[in-house]
């Protein structure tokens, strides 16, 4: 059966096709769902392993609710259970297992309490009592925030006092709105304060204000790397959102001069450089930053998609494909986990260009598989596998992704290129 047929047909052979496919791919209620009214002997043998697989997995639920002290929930995954075939025995089985759990829970809160009220007595003691506090402290929290400060602005930090701290984790605890008025009066005090506003700013998406706060955060107390951000590479993103691109860079310049080779610095520069369209000076700058962090995915997608600018399709297919190496199913190696804007982009050159076209199904399964839920571009891909097979369905799929698209949107050109009819 054609992969077409397979994927829309409507007969009882293709749905049972698909829901062995799905069964094999451990989706075991869409190929329940899939078969629910085809009478066939293949199907009720299917949907009996389908059923099978799904108690014993609300089984398994269940006893792992039991054991997070969800209750409700591994009450409804028992009921599931049922539904799906499990034995009286089966769950009479896990029902046991969440009284133990209950028992044991009750036992280790009143062993927490009895530590809590020990601890208590003792916390006055020892060189740094902060660390003995409970995790959802705000004075634990407040600290472990100044850590990630260098060590000379911390003291500063901590002179502003418990106003400043409040403030500061309301920021954290959703409210950038309420730290941001509260902050105002300890930028006065000291500068220093300018990140944490700037911060407060951004969440409340006063972008130009942020960029003010950390203009003069520059000025009065230097650039610095708070948090894994570098100011100055942060200063220039946003004054290249707001179109400010020459203002960005003459910055991104100023710290070079002085010496500040920070990666962040040379990753915005190059996304300038992508942005006014100076395709070799980004190409440059990726490049020497790949030599730097090698697995870097962000800079590998970039560098692929600027080599497709340059209409080099075959240069920027090998890119992701190396970049695709330093990916894998998480829990299974060392590297990262598979990047499904990494497939996307690589399944559309294959696509487009009517190459390697079973490596480029192999990436639609993976994408389906990362992505349950198909965005646009992932029924353009669908759509180009269609043309590519040579079922006249395709048009009709382009004819529906032009009809959700303004006139003005750039993905009408991909369309129109791939489908000129």
């Known amino acids: 059966m054609g992969w077409l047929t397979r994927t829309f047909g409507r007969s009882e052979e293709a749905k049972i096709e698909r829901a062995e496919i799905l069964l094999s791919k451990g989706k075991y209620n869409d190929a329940r769902l899939e078969i629910t009214n085809v009478n066939h002997p293949k199907a009720i043998e299917i949907l009996k392993k389908a059923n099978r697989f799904l108690a014993q997995i609300n089984l398994e639920q269940a006893e792992a609710r039991f054991s997070a002290r969800e209750y409700e929930a591994a009450q409804e995954h028992l009921e599931l259970a049922a539904q799906f075939g499990a034995s009286k025995d089966e769950i009479q089985n896990v029902r046991s297992i969440g009284r133990r759990f209950r028992t044991e829970h009750k036992n280790q809160e009143i062993k927490a309490r009895q530590l809590k009220k020990a601890k208590k007595s003792e916390r006055s003691f020892g060189d740094d009592p902060i660390w003995s506090l409970p995790d959802d402290d705000p004075r634990l929290r407040y600290a472990m925030r100044l850590e990630k400060y260098p060590l000379e602005l911390r003291k500063r930090l901590i002179s502003l006092g418990t106003g400043f701290a409040e403030a500061t984790l309301m920021i954290e605890d959703g409210a950038p709105n309420i730290a941001l008025e509260q902050l105002e009066i300890f930028i006065e005090k000291d500068p220093v304060a300018r990140f944490e506003h700037a911060r407060a700013a951004l969440g409340c998406g006063q972008i130009h204000q942020a ?161 349950p839920s198909p965005t646009w571009e992932d029924q353009y891909l669908s759509a180009l596998a269609a043309r590519n097979d040579g079922h006249p369905f395709s048009q009709r799929l382009s004819e529906t992704l032009l009809s959700s698209l303004s006139p003005s949107d750039p993905r009408r050109q991909l369309v129109l290129r791939a489908f000129p009819a």
């Open 211 to 371: 960029i003010a706060d950390l203009l003069i955060f520059s000025e009065q107390v230097g650039h610095t790397v708070i948090d894994n951000v570098h100011t100055g590479a942060l200063l220039s993103q946003l004054l290249a959102q707001t179109g400010e691109s020459d203002k960005a860079m003459h910055h991104i310049q100023s710290l070079k001069n002085n010496q500040d080779d920070h990666p962040a610095i040379s990753m915005i520069q190059a996304q300038i450089f992508e942005s006014r369209n100076q395709l070799p000076e980004a190409e440059r700058e990726i490049t020497a930053l790949m030599k730097r962090i090698p697995k870097n995915l962000s800079l590998i997608k970039q560098l692929a998609r600027i080599k497709m600018k340059q209409n080099e399709r075959a240069t920027a297919s090998n890119v992701l494909e190396n970049g695709l190496k330093q990916c894998c199913t998480p829990g299974t190696c060392g590297s990262q986990p598979l990047d499904v804007n990494m497939l996307r982009m690589l399944a559309q050159i294959y696509l487009e260009d009517r190459q390697q076209q079973s490596r480029a199904l192999e990436l639609l399964s993976d994408i389906q598989r990362l992505s």
